[in-house]
């Protein structure tokens, strides 16, 4: 009995320092944004850096920046590709819209006048529930549009005011790379010099695994939105989706966010499909994103579990509870709790 309540203080008492760190953390990221990219961009290029350092017999500075600035040029030469395909390709979306509506104007027609012929033919009553709900439906339509088109007034404003912030956490986190990796490729062990030789092992250890766990857990959500983007561009390149490269790409990005998901570019173009009478793409659509969402739902606990050694059901339990409880923040703060009662249970500290 005294040993259970002994392992029930336990869990309580990382219970609460592990809640208050998320808390602090999450509510100071804005402050310390550059430092904490900077230092998992560091832990990445410590290695190459150290290859540098034995293979040419180099300082750490010069290797330290070799290393950053190769990959800091190539991210923006990445991005660069990416932001130009997007910003071509969304223009001629853009301006194709009201060509391709010109174009299908008949079969637009032809498509709410079988729709109205069906709905004449209906029972009254059936006809007073539809129209009581399109009613009701408008209203909330245009409620949201209205809230929308404020929230995404404001949203622009605030982007733009960010557009000095994000060029300073940039430079910041450039700056802040490349002295990190320095320290990291010198001298890996200062910070656990201090610590005394009987924990120093055991806090080496959580340290190490602590990194080792977020590194996968970041690869294994990346794997994810790439098989995502293989899946989409490889569907929209077979039935012919215009924009292919940009809609897969939002589809990648859609498939991390817990309220849009794939479905908000699958379902539009899907319908648009069917309004334009191509049936064969918009059945094929339509099967494609049933399936594409069921192997995401597959695959995701099982890469994570997997990259994190963790079982499958705690996975699937974390992502669920978190996302009921607070989105995507939640989702975070089960799994990174899952993460380190593993760790700490490891280490025989739990």
């Known amino acids: 009995m005294e040993s259970i309540l002994k392992k029930i203080d336990k869990l309580t008492v990382f219970f609460i320092l592990y809640t208050f760190v998320f808390v602090i953390f999450f509510g100071t990221i804005g402050y310390t944004l550059p430092f904490v990219l900077a230092l998992i961009l560091a832990s990445l290029l410590k290695i190459p850096t150290k290859f540098l350092m034995r293979k040419f017999k180099i300082k750490s500075t010069i290797a330290s920046i070799i290393t950053t600035t190769v990959f800091f040029a190539a991210i923006i030469v990445l991005l660069s590709l990416i932001i130009t395909t997007i910003t071509s390709e969304?223009?001629?979306?853009v301006k194709n819209i009201q060509s391709y509506f010109s174009i299908n104007k008949n079969n637009i027609l032809d498509f709410f006048s079988n729709l109205q012929n069906y709905y004449k033919n209906l029972d009254p009553s059936i006809i007073s529930n539809i129209e009581s709900n399109i009613s009701n439906y408008i209203t909330k339509t245009i409620n949201i549009s209205m809230n929308a088109s404020t929230k995404i007034f404001s949203v622009t404003l605030s982007f733009m005011s960010t557009i000095p912030y994000t060029?300073?956490?940039?430079l910041f986190t450039l700056l802040t790379t490349y002295f990190f990796t320095k320290d990291l490729s010198s001298s890996s062990n200062k910070i656990f010099d201090l610590i005394p030789n009987?924990?120093?092992?055991?806090?080496?250890?959580?340290?190490?695994?602590s990194k080792k766990m977020f590194k996968n857990y970041?690869?294994?959500?990346?794997?994810?939105?790439?098989?995502?983007?293989l899946e989409t561009l490889v569907v929209f390149l077979v039935f012919k989706v215009k924009y292919a490269v940009t809609l897969s790409i939002l589809c990648g990005i859609f498939d991390l966010?817990?309220?849009?998901g794939i479905g908000a570019i699958y379902i539009p173009l899907i319908i648009i499909f069917f309004i334009s009478g191509n049936y064969l793409a918009g059945l094929g659509l339509l099967i494609s994103y049933v399936i594409i969402t069921i192997v995401r739902q597959i695959i995701e606990p099982k890469i994570v579990s997997s990259s994190l050694g963790i079982n499958p059901v705690a996975v699937l339990a974390s992502i669920f509870i978190g996302l009921k409880a607070n989105g995507l923040i939640g989702m975070l703060f089960c799994m990174f709790l899952?993460?380190?009662?593993?760790?700490?249970?490891?280490?025989?500290v739990l």
Not at 90 to 93: A, E, M, R, V, W
Not at 257 to 260: D, G, K, V
């Open 338 to 348: 899952v993460v380190f009662y593993n760790i700490l249970k490891k280490v025989e």
């Open 90 to 93: 969304t223009i001629q979306l």
């Open 167 to 170: 060029l300073m956490v940039l």
């Open 218 to 229: 970041l690869l294994s959500y990346l794997l994810i939105i790439t098989i995502t983007f």
């Open 198 to 209: 009987k924990n120093g092992d055991r806090v080496h250890y959580i340290f190490d695994e």
């Open 257 to 260: 966010l817990p309220i849009f």
